[in-house]
């Protein structure tokens, strides 16, 4: 397994067009998360899933932004009509769900959106 | 005032100086993570910590749970440590990360 892997690492779209970005997780790894950062920021948080189930979702997700996990495995982030402001590295990190177990997060090399 | 608070913003060092970056908090946590991330931005988990004190190669990672506030130090810097390094705290009873902005550090041959 090589980590988590992120696709595409690099999009370039038109103003109003819809994108979709994919992560694959560690295999294992029950909990997925993904996460915006803008020049100059630290990551914030946009969601995370345990298995197929999106347990929790920031404000920061309007009603472009939605994100899914069919299966329990990779993860989609879609975000219909971009805007310039949507321009940014789009993280995605995994873990392992564990009782009594300070778990790590793993992180993917991210997807940076341009939006034009 | 942000949750999750780094010192500096931006740090310059010579090779070989002893470096030490500072990440306060103010959140109850469950684990404070030190992560680098590089120009290509992909970022690399370089410590997890939940109590004590950490040590891998040249880096050390030390966490104050009373005090909460964290340091991350590098002995013998070298260019290649030139990358933003982040704190990211795991907030108690979620799985949700904050992060701090990060420090940005430069190392000159």
């Known amino acids: 397994d090589t980590g988590v892997s992120q696709n595409p690492r690099h999009k370039i779209t038109k103003r109003g067009q819809n994108v979709t970005f994919r992560c694959d997780p560690i295999s294992e790894h029950n909990r997925l998360y993904w996460y915006r950062q803008t020049l100059g920021q630290g990551p914030e948080f946009l969601t995370y899933?345990?298995?197929?189930?999106?347990?929790?979702k920031s404000r920061l997700l309007s009603d472009r932004f939605s994100a899914e996990r069919p299966k329990g495995s990779f993860s989609t982030l879609e975000i219909q009509r971009t805007e310039q402001g949507d321009s940014a590295m789009y993280l995605c990190?995994?873990?392992?769900?564990?009782?009594?177990?300070?778990?790590?997060?793993?992180f993917g090399q991210g997807t940076r959106l341009t939006v034009v | 005032k942000n949750e999750v608070e780094q010192s500096p913003q931006n740090l310059t060092a010579q090779e070989g100086e002893f470096i030490t970056i500072n990440c306060s908090y103010s959140v109850g946590i469950s684990a404070l993570h030190w992560l680098q991330q590089h120009p290509g931005g992909g970022i690399v988990s370089l410590f997890m910590l939940s109590s004590g004190k950490k040590k891998h190669g040249r880096l050390i990672a030390t966490i104050n749970i009373q005090e909460k506030h964290s340091s991350l130090h590098i002995t013998a810097s070298h260019p290649r440590d030139s990358a933003v390094y982040i704190c990211?705290?795991?907030?108690?009873?979620?799985?949700?990360?904050?992060f701090g902005t990060g420090t940005r550090l430069k190392v000159l041959a």
């Open positions: 899933f345990q298995n197929e189930a999106q347990l929790e």
């Open positions: 990190a995994s873990s392992l769900s564990a009782v009594l177990s300070n778990t790590e997060a793993f």
């Open positions: 990211a705290v795991r907030t108690s009873g979620t799985y949700k990360y904050i």
